[in-house]
T-cell receptor, first 116, second 117 residues
Framework: AQKVTQAQTEISVVEKEDVTLDCVYE???????LFWYKQPPSGELVFLIR??????QNEISGRYSWNFQKSTSSFNFTITASQVVDSAVYFCALSEIYNQGGKLIFGQGTELSVKP | NAGVTQTPKFQVLKTGQSMTLQCAQD?????MSWYRQDPGMGLRLIHY???????DQGEVPNGYNVSRSTTEDFPLRLLSAAPSQTSVYFCASSYSRGGRNSNQPQHFGDGTRLSIL
């Protein structure tokens, strides 16, 4: 069965600190997609990144970076020089690659609080 | 471009009442789904559809019905509301052609906050 674990329920940092959100997944599939979504206090879900299991290259987008390690089944998310606007709940999710549409299995979420 | 539209945004029901949560998308997406979000549990899939006339159960389907008569609409029905169904409900849609073109990022609606008394 598929499972996503975000062991960090809450993280609190001071502005400008770097912070890493952990995501560990379980799947018996050899091909799959991983996602990160952000849920700000306003409640909507914002797509951040999609990564397929064939591509283990790390990715950087501005202050955001993602470290995908297939060997440890992890897809961690790092925010560099955090800002108050980064305060949100972040979800990691997993989907089978040949599942039409891609049913998402979500982790429990990590609530990040960035204090000024 | 409206994206995924959910109505209502808030609703309070009494136990045993029925209601329909509406979801509409204007992106011509084949795939639509409903999730519920509960504290500490992330989002869990209730029902999904890969196209008009096709629906299937997700992880937590009990107490909910769906139908997909058009590509645009995917309503979620609570037949007899129970306090355990108090939650925030999200509808999502995505483009899907299966295979390597599947699993496109899902677009989520803003959510419906439902309270069952």
């Amino acid at each position: 069965a598929q499972k996503v674990t975000q062991a960090q329920t809450e993280i609190s940092v001071v502005e400008k600190e770097d912070v890493t959100l952990d995501c560990v997944y379980e799947t018996r599939d050899t091909t799959y997609y991983l996602f990160w979504y952000k849920q700000p206090p306003s409640g909507e879900l914002v797509f951040l990144i999609r990564r397929n299991s064939f591509d283990e290259q790390n990715e950087i987008s501005g202050r955001y970076s993602w470290n995908f390690q297939k060997s440890t089944s992890s897809f961690n998310f790092t925010i560099t020089a955090s800002q108050v606007v980064d305060s949100a709940v972040y979800f990691c999710a997993l989907s089978e690659i040949y599942n039409q549409g891609g049913k998402l299995i979500f982790g429990q979420g990590t609530e990040l609080s960035v204090k000024p | 471009n409206a994206g995924v539209t959910q109505t209502p945004k808030f609703q309070v029901l009494k136990t045993g009442q029925s209601m329909t949560l509406q979801c509409a998308q204007d992106m011509n997406h084949e795939y639509m789904s409903w999730y519920r979000q509960d504290p500490g549990m992330g989002l869990r899939l209730i029902h999904y559809s890969v196209g008009a006339g096709i629906t299937d159960q997700g992880e937590v389907p009990n107490g909910y019905n769906v139908s997909r008569s058009t590509t645009e609409d995917f309503p979620l029905r609570l037949l007899s509301a129970a306090p355990s169904q108090t939650s925030v409900y999200f509808c999502a849609s995505s483009y899907s052609r299966g295979g390597r073109n599947s699993n496109q990022p899902q677009h989520f609606g803003d959510g419906t906050r439902l309270s069952i008394l």
